[in-house]
């Protein structure tokens, strides 16, 4: 049963416009979360996080936003350039104390100049 | 700033075949982990460690052995390779100072077992 869910698999944007990219969570034990970035043949590279405590985090153009009570997260860059073409993963701890991490299988984002 | 480093990158194996593939970090981590990715999958977690002489198994740990015999080296063994272990294998490390962490990744072993 998959934790942690991603359910586009890819998707397109222009140069400049607005990138969401959507995770959704089963466990409501999932207290932190983060967003991985990966280029191809490069190993995923941690882009930001959040505590369940908080309802937004921003880290210049990235922001990511969490709605517990849907079990949904989100990610917003924004403005979307083409370095930023690559595929995202959301990932979660199974619950406090617990540092292994639980994957989507991942988006790719295409950003289009 | 090695950061964490897999070896070798590419390893092309005939099936029964034994191998082991190497992770270094360089950042005094004390948790360290291997996954493996397969197209559509995401990355599935094999094993991990919280330190040295400690591991445990992760969501696919059959077919896979490793040790933690010092905190810098997490190595992953292959006992007999089959084809279904084609993949692509990282390697990753944290702190466990301070609350969660984020993991560092290394580049990956692209593995293809024939």
């Known amino acids: 049963d998959q934790q942690v869910k991603q359910n586009s698999p890819s998707l397109s944007v222009q140069e400049g416009r607005i990138s969401i990219l959507n995770c959704d969570y089963t466990?409501?034990?999932?207290?932190?979360f983060l967003w991985y970035k990966k280029y191809p043949a490069e190993g995923p590279t941690f882009l930001i996080s959040i505590s369940s405590i908080k309802d937004k985090n921003e880290d210049g153009r990235f922001t990511v936003f969490l709605n517990k009570s849907a079990k949904h997260l989100s990610l917003h860059i924004v403005p979307s350039q083409p370095g930023d073409s690559a595929v995202y993963f959301c990932?979660?701890?199974?619950?406090?104390?617990?540092?292994?991490?639980?994957f989507g299988k991942g988006t790719k984002l295409s950003v289009i100049p | 700033n090695a950061g964490v480093t897999q070896t070798p990158k590419f390893q092309v194996l005939k099936t029964g075949q034994s191998m082991t593939l190497q992770c270094a970090q360089d950042?005094?981590?004390?948790?360290m982990s291997w996954y493996r990715q397969d197209p559509g999958m995401g990355l599935r977690l094999i094993h991990y460690?919280?330190?040295?002489?400690?591991?445990d198994q992760g969501e696919v740990p059959n077919g896979y052995n490793v040790s933690r015999s010092t905190t810098e080296d997490f190595p992953l063994r292959l006992l007999s390779a089959a084809p279904s272990q084609t993949s692509v294998y990282f390697c990753?490390?944290?702190?466990?100072?301070?609350?969660?962490?984020?993991?560092?990744f290394g580049d990956g072993t692209r593995l293809s077992i024939l």
């Open positions: 466990n409501s034990m999932f207290d932190y």
């Open positions: 990753a490390s944290s702190s466990l100072k301070g609350g969660p962490q984020p993991q560092h």
């Open positions: 950042m005094n981590h004390e948790y």
């Open positions: 460690s919280v330190g040295a002489g400690i591991t």
């Open positions: 990932a979660a701890p199974p619950g406090a104390g617990s540092y292994q991490l639980t």
